[in-house]
């Protein structure tokens, strides 16, 4: 505990405990940040989203027998058909009308999904099966001193920043991405302009909720451990880490993700683990009210 | 029942419910009496819940989602004199209201600047920091363990002990309140509420100190959960972090919503009714379903705002109506 | 008209029941939430002992009826509970609360309404003293956390333990006593470190706790927690170190886990330990409910046994009752009941004895070594 090696590797290793969990964060947080950027909503369902997504992988491998593969491409398939039909029918009425009912909205739908899912799976811990996953997964990849490494957390950060980098190119380099972009800056003049609006945050609502099942299924395989509340902590935190990024920006949600999960590591491994979902959101807090731009984004808060 | 009307006269409306509360502990229940007050207690509990937090979404159109953070130190404040100093509870009420305006007032300063979405964001993440603290500060609130053996209130020497005795205390409580909401709605700071919640940038320029007049609201509405965090944590004589999760802002906020958001009757009547209706549930519902009951909740939010999203009873001025449709002719 | 109408379903649903000719017993715990598997022994073994009595004859010739009261462990629903059951004058004793969080928001309602209660689960060490109407047929968690201790000791020789404990009444108390016993007894408590019941990632904790090297970790909390943490440090690298924990952690959850393999832990009620009066009682419950009971099956089931052994000798009436079990106050009186001996001393609790078990292939077998 005392010698300095001891102290390096520990440090080393809480590094690599945080980067995996901001990598879950920075997926879910994806989700908010697009939505936001395009619609200006905290969609609050985004987080039952993710739970929604492990449940669906769970139930796909135990009940229906899929293997992992088809179960993991068709839940994210289903989550973002999910997304678009919880816009279509819960806030797109409501696009015009005033912001609080939106919100509101949004925080009813969590609270529906969330029950929803209490009454289907029960509100008991699930783990996916030991033998989801090929044996190599739970093997250790790397192992330096006393720092380990599993193959999963590798290819967890990999999914997380081949799935951003394809979203960065979605969105600065084809049509359907200029055209969110446009929306997002001004929904009357994009549909001036002749781009379908309803089709663009549909767009948005589908990407957004295919990375938020995707990071369900991938933290209930971390963690080993999936339950109808888990997406509402995870839900906040990545909410917390796309403002710390700077919302409606992508790499800041990525960004926003890395250091919160760092943050909150640190702070427990280092400071007080009793106050360890108080760090996320006295992070939050402070930089709503510091630099509400966050780390890379532009200025919100003037526009009521 | 028209819901419309009963919105223009509600004077009359609920002086006959004031009237049966006063006469219900009297009345032959079967044995059940206890029972009953007991829910209906904790329903006008909520009632002042709701009053106070229409102040800020209902009145001023800011949405707080960090309300049980003050119904929280309210309570605390309430057992922690209780226990230490053994001060009498007509002492407690002022102190705790005073203590959540204190609060209402340090949070709300900084953060009443947000547009609404962020404001909604960090009141939700104080409330969350609020029972943080309470669940780990052990030397000052036992944590956990909860706080135990909080003597009853008492009146010239008597203590309260039979729910009848809460029932009209309460009743006591909430007319309080209702005097203070009421008079504040008709008041010039009612008035600057409004204006506020109808366009910032329009009461800006007709004069109203937008900040001022946000926390005041927000103060206003801090206090009046602290004093009903303080009259639960007389009646309950046990209070734990547990009983302050953010479900309960939630709660509150769905009353408000399905009674009608602004509208003062309306906030009374979503918590008369939606509050037995959970008792209604453990009756009615396979045991399965009653932990789920949250999902009905959850979809009174939804709906509300998708078919009515004034509520039972909207909200009754006039002005304010107009105002209202003007908005609604300048979407089409 | 919507709220009159449920007020009336209300009232019937309410008044109705009381007319049947029978003694109610409700039990009062979580059947569903996220504690329901705690509950469900609960449930099963009071409805068991329920049939049981009425094969019997009922309690001197009236029948028993056992009615299930859900309050999810929330100390609001557990109150309002309590209301209901002191003001029904067919109950004339309580068996219940599961969670010490429930069982206090409860203890005031029946203090004052002079209804007796058994708790067959509520270990709070401060729930004794506040009602001269409230027992518990468990021992308290300092009792635990001080047995704990000394088997860590004495029975195991750890020299070294980390204490990793959630955020919550029950394993505050038992880390508090662990703690204390710890430093009379000269165990080296390397670290504390706290988690949430909604945690998931518990590197950051466990992390530390691998750089302290300790024998064993000692985890006074509940099994879905507690079964990720192990598979979490064994991921980690922690491959030598020991887990073990309190009653908490005795849930079939565990045994699922291979990482748990070696896992120790205390229970009030070990099938094979138990008296010969506990053979009947394993065999009824494996035949009803197809798997053995476990330590809340075996206290509920005695709670409902002490209470109908109350209610037959001093009647139905609710401070006779009290009174009776209060006269329950030394090793000679005390009810033999399937979980060892239960007598109360002058605050309500209990002592008993505690054993240890651990996991061995899978399965919970008692440790070979036990202090006794």
């Not at chain 1, 179960?71 to 005033?98: E, H």
């Not at chain 3, 004052?112 to 409230?134: C, E, H, Q, R, W």
């Not at chain 3, 000692?218 to 887990?243: D, E, H, N």
């Not at chain 3, 070696?262 to 494996?286: E, H, N, R």
Request: glycine residues 10%; charged residues 15%; hydrophobic residues 50%.
């Amino acid at each position: 505990m005392n010698s300095l090696l001891d102290q390096s590797s520990l440090f080393l290793q809480q590094l690599v405990n945080g980067i995996t969990l901001g990598g879950v964060y920075a997926l879910i947080a994806v989700g908010y940040t697009m939505v936001y950027g395009v619609i200006q909503l905290i969609n609050f369902a985004h987080g039952e989203i993710y739970m929604l997504g492990a449940f669906l992988a769970y139930s796909m491998v135990t009940v229906l027998g899929l293997p992992f593969l088809a179960a993991f491409i068709l839940t994210i398939l289903i989550c973002s058909g999910f997304g678009i039909i919880l816009d279509f029918i819960a806030y797109r009425p409501l696009r015009k009308a005033p912001r609080l009912a939106a919100l509101i909205t949004a925080i009813g739908m969590s609270i529906f999904l969330q029950n929803l899912a209490m009454m289907i799976w029960g509100s008991q811990i699930k783990s996916y099966p030991r033998d989801v996953l090929p044996e190599i997964f739970s093997k250790t990849a790397w192992n330096v001193g006393d720092v380990t490494l599993s193959w999963l957390q590798i290819f967890m950060l990999v999914i997380t920043i081949v799935s951003m980098a394809i979203l960065h190119l979605v969105i600065h380099r084809t049509r359907i991405g200029t055209a969110m972009r446009a929306v997002s800056q001004d929904k009357t003049t994009s549909a001036l302009m002749g781009i379908g609006v309803n089709r663009v945050i549909s767009f948005t609502f589908a990407v957004g909720s295919a990375m938020g099942g995707m990071a369900g299924i991938l933290v209930g395989l971390y963690y080993n451990a999936i339950f109808p509340t888990m997406g509402y902590i995870a839900g906040i935190k990545a909410f917390a880490a796309a403002v710390l990024g700077g919302i409606g920006s992508v790499p800041g949600a990525m960004l926003g993700g890395g250091v919160l999960g760092i943050a909150e590591v640190i702070g427990a491994g280092y400071i007080s683990s009793e106050y360890r979902d108080g760090i996320s959101y006295a992070v939050m807090i402070a930089v709503i009210l510091f630099k509400p731009a966050g780390l890379i984004g532009r200025q919100i808060g003037e526009k009521a | 029942m028209d819901l419309e009307r009963l919105g223009k006269h509600p004077r009359l409306f609920f002086l006959g419910l004031g009237l049966l509360a006063i006469l219900l502990p009297w009345l032959p229940m079967g044995g059940s009496t206890n029972y009953v007050l007991r829910i209906l207690t904790t329903a006008v509990l909520y009632m002042i819940l709701a009053l106070g937090l229409n102040i800020v979404p209902g009145f001023t159109g800011l949405l707080d989602l960090g309300y049980v953070g003050f119904y929280g130190i309210g309570a605390y404040t309430s057992g922690l004199l209780a226990i230490h100093y053994n001060m009498s509870m007509w002492l407690i009420l002022p102190l705790a209201a005073l203590n959540g305006a204190l609060w209402g007032t340090l949070l709300g300063a900084p953060t009443l600047r947000l547009t609404g979405d962020y404001f909604a964001i960090v009141t939700f993440g104080f409330s969350e920091l609020v029972v943080l603290v309470i669940r780990n500060e052990l030397w000052l609130t036992r944590g956990p363990m909860g706080l135990p053996g909080i003597s009853p209130p008492s009146i010239f020497g008597h203590p309260l002990t039979r729910d009848w005795e809460f029932f009209y205390l309460i009743l006591i409580l909430l007319l309080i309140v209702l005097v203070v909401v009421t008079r504040l709605q008709d008041s010039r700071v009612g008035r600057a509420w409004f204006a506020i919640r109808e366009d910032e940038i329009a009461a800006q320029c007709s004069g109203v100190n937008l900040i001022r007049y946000k926390v005041t609201a927000f103060a206003i509405s801090a206090s009046i959960g602290a004093m009903a965090g303080a009259f639960y944590a007389k009646w309950f004589k046990f209070i734990h972090p547990d009983m302050f999760k953010f479900w309960e802002s939630i709660l509150i906020l769905c009353l408000i919503v399905f009674g009608g958001m602004g509208s003062i009757a309306g906030t009374m009547l979503g918590a008369l009714i939606l509050i037995p209706l959970s008792e209604v549930l453990r009756a009615v519902l396979p045991q399965g379903l009653f932990s789920a009951r949250y999902l009905i909740y959850g979809l009174v939010l939804v709906l509300m705002m998708r078919w009515r999203p004034e509520g039972l009873i909207p909200f009754e001025r006039a002005q304010a109506r107009k105002a209202w449709l003007a908005k609604e002719r300048l979407k089409i | 008209m919507k709220r009159i109408a449920c007020f009336l379903i209300a009232w019937c649903l309410l008044t109705g029941a009381a007319w049947a000719d029978s003694i109610k017993i409700p039990v009062a715990a979580a059947f569903t939430g996220q504690l329901a598997s705690f509950g469900e022994g609960i449930k099963n073994a009071a409805i068991l002992k329920g049939e049981e009595i009425n094969a019997a004859g009922g309690i001197n010739g009236t029948r028993v009826e056992i009615v299930l009261e859900d309050e999810l462990c929330d100390p609001k629903e557990a109150a309002t509970v309590a209301t209901k059951l002191a003001n029904d004058p067919k109950v004339p004793i309580v068996i219940g609360h599961l969670c010490s969080s429930a069982t206090l928001a409860a203890l005031p309602i029946y203090r004052d309404a002079k209804l007796p209660a058994i708790s067959p689960a509520s270990t709070n060490v401060s729930i004794g003293k506040m009602s001269p109407f409230y027992f518990r047929n468990v021992y308290k968690d300092d009792f635990q956390g001080l047995f704990l201790a000394k088997y860590a000791k004495l029975a195991r020789g750890f020299q070294k333990v980390a204490v990793f404990y959630e955020v919550n009444d029950y394993s505050m108390g038992l880390m508090l006593a662990f703690m204390k016993e710890a430093k009379e007894l000269g165990i080296k408590v390397l670290g504390t470190e706290a988690y949430t019941s909604d945690t998931t990632d518990f590197k950051p904790q466990l992390t530390k706790f691998k750089m302290m090297k300790p024998d064993a970790v000692f985890i006074p909390g509940y099994a879905p927690q507690a079964t990720l943490i192990v598979s979490q440090a064994r991921g980690l690298g922690m491959k030598i170190v020991a887990f073990f924990g309190a009653d908490g952690l005795d849930d079939d959850l565990m045994l699922k886990n291979p990482d748990a393999e070696g896992l120790f832990v205390t229970t009030p009620f070990l099938p094979d330990k138990a008296g010969p009066q506990a053979a009947g009682f394993i065999k009824a419950y494996k035949a009803k409910y197809g798997k053995e009971p476990n330590w809340f099956a075996a206290n509920a089931y005695d709670g409902v046994g002490i209470a109908a052994q109350a209610i037959a000798a001093a009647g139905p009436d609710r401070v006779k009752i009290r009174d009776y079990l209060a006269s329950i106050d030394s090793k000679e009186k005390a009810y033999k009941g399937v979980a060892g001996n239960t007598y109360f001393d002058k605050n309500g609790d209990c002592l008993k004895d505690a054993f240890v078990k651990e996991i061995k292939d899978g399965k919970w077998v008692s440790a070979e070594k036990q202090l006794q």
